[in-house]
């Protein structure tokens, strides 16, 4: 309840109270509470619908802030159920069916170009309070002064961010921080990274036997080993940001009950607002986030069956975006020499969850794999904000690279996993 307390004293700092808004029309969005824009029933761009509207346009015509579109969703019928589910295969190693729904919501246009800058944007308010330097205007239809922070008021929990409010409380958006390398959340931030995006316990290799961030190792002489078991374990420890995480949303859910949720992140953010997103079936976007598919399997988590091919991905509304130059999502920064095990970080995993939109910035600007292309500033400003096409992988421009599944990802491919730390060594 600690997270609820702190989110119910910032609406209370702001003046905002948690009303029930009515229900909206399909087709209809309500932007304002003085303001409605009616849409037509037939939407002539791919059933596009904008979400958000810059009332304040000098032309008098709603200029379209956000876009939105329908996206169907799967989510568990009951989170209680989801849960023990989860609690029941860490634990006991027993699957329970789950109830899974259908439900069409609006989702962020990940075609759009102006809508993923905007969400960008606000992963990168996540790093700060408001009136900081590097604090990034929004636009005008979404009320900044009635958002708020939150996990800014305690120094040692490291689970910080920002939540972002539409004019008409219709759209929540839950921007997550990322890994900051020297500040007070550093030392969890690192911890977090280690747990989840090391194939086991940030073991890079013998020298590292004094900075692993769990005892999963076992020794062989021809692979490289590690229990599974053990790994599920050190992922429910206290200090992890998902279950911090889940307590905030379930809490914006009480508080917004007739809301749409959006997640977005940065980095670790990311991964954490995917995870999330998985969890309770809402829409995120993560950009520039290393590979989380393997935690979600660490963490249990029960994902949604797959439809049709029984070959492909979970359905989740999870799309990431990042460009070929970063090395940290497509999990190439790594070794003992390369610049994040230098700084303490093994991020080893590059398959995601969802979809991915990767930005040839490579072919299209001439640059080097490089580990300093991660900032978001950079990814804002000079990728998401180019006016120009980007060339795909089908052949054609476009503004946005199309989201594709990482079908045939592998992580890890140099180790073994399995049940090593209970066997009898004679065996």
């Given at each position: 309840m600690q997270c609820l307390f702190h989110i119910i004293y910032f609406l209370h700092v702001f003046a905002i109270t948690s009303t029930v808004e009515a229900t909206v029309p399909q087709n209809s969005v309500n932007v304002d509470l003085q303001y409605q824009f009616d849409l037509p029933l037939h939407t002539d761009v791919q059933d596009q619908l904008p979400l958000l509207i810059d009332y304040?346009?000098?032309?008098?015509?709603?200029?379209?802030?956000?876009?939105?579109?329908?996206?169907?969703?799967?989510?568990?019928?009951?989170?209680?159920?989801h849960e023990h589910a989860r609690l029941q295969s860490l634990h006991?190693?027993?699957?329970?069916p789950i109830e899974w729904e259908e439900v069409v919501v609006p989702g962020p246009d990940v075609e759009d170009r102006h809508t993923l800058s905007q969400l960008a944007r606000m992963t990168a308010n996540a790093y700060q309070l408001p009136g900081h330097k590097n604090w990034y205007e929004l636009d005008a239809s979404w009320n900044v002064n009635a958002s708020f922070p939150f996990g800014w008021d305690n120094d040692e929990d490291g689970f910080r961010g920002h939540v972002f409010r539409s004019r008409d409380n219709s759209t929540i958006v839950l921007s997550i921080k990322g890994t900051t390398l020297q500040g007070p959340t550093s030392k969890k931030d690192k911890l977090n990274d280690n747990l989840l995006f090391s194939c086991c316990c940030a073991r890079v290799d013998f020298s590292w036997v004094f900075s692993t961030v769990c005892d999963c190792y076992s020794w062989s002489a021809l692979h490289r080993r590690c229990d599974d078991t053990c790994l599920s374990t050190a992922l429910i420890q206290d200090s992890l940001f998902y279950s911090t995480g889940v307590e905030l949303v379930n809490d914006l859910r009480f508080l917004y009950p007739f809301a749409n949720i959006w997640l977005v992140g940065h980095s670790l953010g990311g991964s954490l607002a995917s995870l999330l997103g998985s969890t309770f079936g809402l829409p995120a976007v993560a950009f520039e986030a290393p590979g989380e598919r393997m935690a979600a399997y660490r963490l249990h988590l029960p994902?949604?069956?797959?439809?049709?091919?029984?070959?492909?991905?979970?359905?989740?509304?999870?799309t990431h975006v990042y460009h070929n130059a970063d090395p940290i999502p497509q999990?190439?920064?790594?070794?003992?020499?390369?610049?994040?095990?230098?700084?303490?970080y093994a991020l080893e995993t590059r398959c995601h969850l969802g979809k991915s939109i990767v930005y040839d910035t490579v072919q299209k600007f001439g640059w080097h794999v490089d580990v300093r292309k991660h900032v978001i500033k950079q990814v804002i400003l000079e990728v998401l904000d180019h006016e120009g096409d980007w060339p795909d992988e089908d052949g054609f421009d476009r503004a946005v690279p199309v989201a594709r599944e990482e079908d045939d990802c592998v992580d890890c491919f140099k180790w073994e996993f399995g049940h090593f730390k209970d066997k009898d060594p004679d065996v």
């Amino acid at each position: 309840m600690q997270c609820l307390f702190h989110i119910i004293y910032f609406l209370h700092v702001f003046a905002i109270t948690s009303t029930v808004e009515a229900t909206v029309p399909q087709n209809s969005v309500n932007v304002d509470l003085q303001y409605q824009f009616d849409l037509p029933l037939h939407t002539d761009v791919q059933d596009q619908l904008p979400l958000l509207i810059d009332y304040a346009s000098p032309s008098g015509t709603p200029a379209v802030s956000l876009k939105a579109r329908p996206m169907t969703v799967y989510r568990p019928k009951s989170l209680e159920a989801h849960e023990h589910a989860r609690l029941q295969s860490l634990h006991q190693g027993k699957t329970e069916p789950i109830e899974w729904e259908e439900v069409v919501v609006p989702g962020p246009d990940v075609e759009d170009r102006h809508t993923l800058s905007q969400l960008a944007r606000m992963t990168a308010n996540a790093y700060q309070l408001p009136g900081h330097k590097n604090w990034y205007e929004l636009d005008a239809s979404w009320n900044v002064n009635a958002s708020f922070p939150f996990g800014w008021d305690n120094d040692e929990d490291g689970f910080r961010g920002h939540v972002f409010r539409s004019r008409d409380n219709s759209t929540i958006v839950l921007s997550i921080k990322g890994t900051t390398l020297q500040g007070p959340t550093s030392k969890k931030d690192k911890l977090n990274d280690n747990l989840l995006f090391s194939c086991c316990c940030a073991r890079v290799d013998f020298s590292w036997v004094f900075s692993t961030v769990c005892d999963c190792y076992s020794w062989s002489a021809l692979h490289r080993r590690c229990d599974d078991t053990c790994l599920s374990t050190a992922l429910i420890q206290d200090s992890l940001f998902y279950s911090t995480g889940v307590e905030l949303v379930n809490d914006l859910r009480f508080l917004y009950p007739f809301a749409n949720i959006w997640l977005v992140g940065h980095s670790l953010g990311g991964s954490l607002a995917s995870l999330l997103g998985s969890t309770f079936g809402l829409p995120a976007v993560a950009f520039e986030a290393p590979g989380e598919r393997m935690a979600a399997y660490r963490l249990h988590l029960p994902l949604p069956p797959s439809i049709g091919n029984s070959s492909s991905l979970p359905p989740v509304p999870i799309t990431h975006v990042y460009h070929n130059a970063d090395p940290i999502p497509q999990g190439s920064c790594t070794g003992v020499a390369s610049a994040c095990a230098q700084a303490g970080y093994a991020l080893e995993t590059r398959c995601h969850l969802g979809k991915s939109i990767v930005y040839d910035t490579v072919q299209k600007f001439g640059w080097h794999v490089d580990v300093r292309k991660h900032v978001i500033k950079q990814v804002i400003l000079e990728v998401l904000d180019h006016e120009g096409d980007w060339p795909d992988e089908d052949g054609f421009d476009r503004a946005v690279p199309v989201a594709r599944e990482e079908d045939d990802c592998v992580d890890c491919f140099k180790w073994e996993f399995g049940h090593f730390k209970d066997k009898d060594p004679d065996v």
